[in-house]
Structure formats: C-alpha cells, structure tokens
C-alpha cells in the first residue's frame, strides 16, 4: 500500500473538494455569468458545455440554463450595452468637472473627461483670464493633465455643457489640441440632458494637419 495509496487517496480528496466549491459557486445568489465565464478561464473549465446556474433575483431559487450558440447572442448584446453605459459615464465625469469652471467673464461652463486606453479617465475644466488670450479651454487642461501623468494615447473624450439647445462643440483650437494624440479616436459632444453624438477626431477636423506630417521628407523647391 503505502505510497502509491496514499497519493490515491489525496487526489480523491482533492476531487471531492473542488467539485464542492465549484458547486457553491454556480449556485450562489446573485452569480452571473460573466463571473462564471472568469471563474471558469482560471480554472479551465469549459463553462460551454456545463450547466450554469442563472438566479433572476436575489430572493428566488437558482435556473438552471446552459450556453449555446443561440444565447451566446445575448453576451454581445450586453457588451454593446456596457460600451453605451461607459459613453454615459464618461460624460457624466464631464458634467462633474463642469462645475468647477472658472468662467467670470463669459459665465459658459465646460467641463471635459478624457479617458485613456489604460482605462484611467482625467477631468478638467475651462480657466478664463483678465487678459481674455490666456484662458485655456476645458479640453486643453483635461489631456495637459493626462499628458503630464505620463499619458498619451487616448480612446475617448466627454465635453459637456449648460446648453440644452445643441451639443457642445469644440473650438477649432480644441481640434487641433485633440488630432495632436491622433485622428480616429472618439468625441462625445453632448448636452445639459446627458444626450450625446458621436464623432471622431478626423471628422472634426477633416483634411488635418498632425504630427505625421512633419515626419514627411521636404519637397525640394526647384528654382
């Protein structure tokens, strides 16, 4: 006996013990399945042929329902919808920020939230000045802070406003500022109500002028 029973024996515990907590966990309350799906890539289980328990609400009995390529349909759905969710948030930080606007002279508040492919988002808002030239708009501070934290590659920015008549637009300046970190990320102009458009950088400013061009060889002028 010895060893080699030994050995049997832990490995039959083992068995036991895992398939106790893997059973707790698809039938605890309030699991979903995108903790399931996790769960599952650490463990290496294939979650596509085991049954997964699916509770409706806290208070009722777990269902019973298994994935198929029919209901795989649905994941993609609330992945669109979590992406429109980070759109809203986004935008509210934007709000957020709105209401530390220094604007004395022309009383237009903007607040603006650029969010980073890190996933790290930064806030910032319009500063105006006595000498009018010097105020600097709300989406030049919010990337000058990204860019002074160390980063530069940027999937999204919010700009938010008071006007409940039309979607906030940036200045041509604020373009500019923006296609300098790249042309096809995205723009959420939106208004008081939190609705919103969206736009590229590109297509605010079409036919742009960007870092890439200074890149290019000179033509050489012929005399």
Same mark, same amino acid.
């Given at each position: 006996?010895?060893?080699? +029973?030994?050995?049997?024996?832990?490995? &039959? /515990?083992?068995? /036991?013990?895992?398939?106790?907590?893997?059973?707790?966990?698809?039938?605890? =309350?309030?699991?979903?399945?995108?903790? %399931? *799906?996790?769960? $599952?890539? !650490?463990?290496? +289980? @294939?979650? %596509? #042929?085991?049954?997964?328990?699916? =509770?409706?609400?806290?208070?009722?009995?777990? *269902?019973?329902?298994?994935?198929?390529?029919?209901?795989?349909? #649905?994941?993609?759905?609330?992945?669109?919808?979590?992406? %429109?969710?980070? &759109?809203?948030?986004?935008? !509210?930080? &934007?709000?957020? &920020?709105? *209401?530390?606007?220094?604007?004395?002279?022309?009383?237009?508040?903007?607040?603006?939230? /650029?969010?980073?492919?890190?996933?790290?988002?930064?806030?910032?808002?319009?500063?105006?000045?006595?000498?009018? =030239? %010097? $105020?600097?708009?709300?989406?030049?501070?919010?990337?000058?802070?990204?860019?002074?934290? $160390?980063?530069? #590659?940027?999937?999204?920015?919010?700009?938010?406003? #008071?006007?409940?008549?039309?979607?906030?637009?940036?200045? $041509?300046?604020?373009?500019?500022?923006?296609?300098?970190?790249?042309?096809?990320?995205? /723009?959420?102009?939106?208004?008081?109500?939190?609705?919103?458009?969206?736009?590229?950088?590109?297509?605010?400013? =079409?036919?742009?002028?960007?870092? @890439? @061009?200074?890149? !290019?060889? *000179?033509?050489?002028?012929?005399?």
């Amino acid at each position: 006996m010895g060893v080699p +029973w030994l050995v049997g024996y832990l490995k &039959a /515990v083992l068995k /036991v013990t895992l398939e106790t907590y893997v059973t707790l966990l698809l039938h605890r =309350p309030g699991c979903t399945l995108g903790y %399931l *799906q996790k769960v $599952g890539e !650490e463990g290496n +289980w @294939d979650w %596509l #042929d085991a049954d997964v328990a699916k =509770p409706t609400s806290r208070s009722s009995e777990p *269902q019973t329902t298994r994935l198929t390529q029919s209901n795989m349909s #649905d994941l993609k759905i609330k992945s669109e919808s979590a992406q %429109l969710s980070g &759109a809203k948030e986004l935008i !509210e930080q &934007a709000q957020n &920020a709105k *209401q530390f606007s220094y604007s004395p002279y022309s009383k237009f508040r903007v607040g603006a939230a /650029v969010l980073t492919h890190d996933g790290k988002v930064f806030t910032g808002c319009n500063v105006e000045n006595a000498c009018y =030239p %010097l $105020g600097i708009c709300a989406e030049g501070v919010t990337i000058s802070k990204a860019v002074s934290e $160390g980063f530069r #590659d940027f999937k999204a920015i919010a700009i938010a406003s #008071d006007m409940n008549d039309q979607f906030i637009s940036p200045c $041509g300046g604020c373009r500019q500022f923006m296609r300098e970190f790249g042309a096809n990320w995205i /723009v959420y102009l939106s208004k008081a109500d939190g609705s919103y458009m969206e736009m590229k950088v590109a297509e605010l400013l =079409p036919v742009s002028f960007g870092p @890439d @061009d200074l890149k !290019e060889k *000179q033509i050489k002028v012929l005399k």
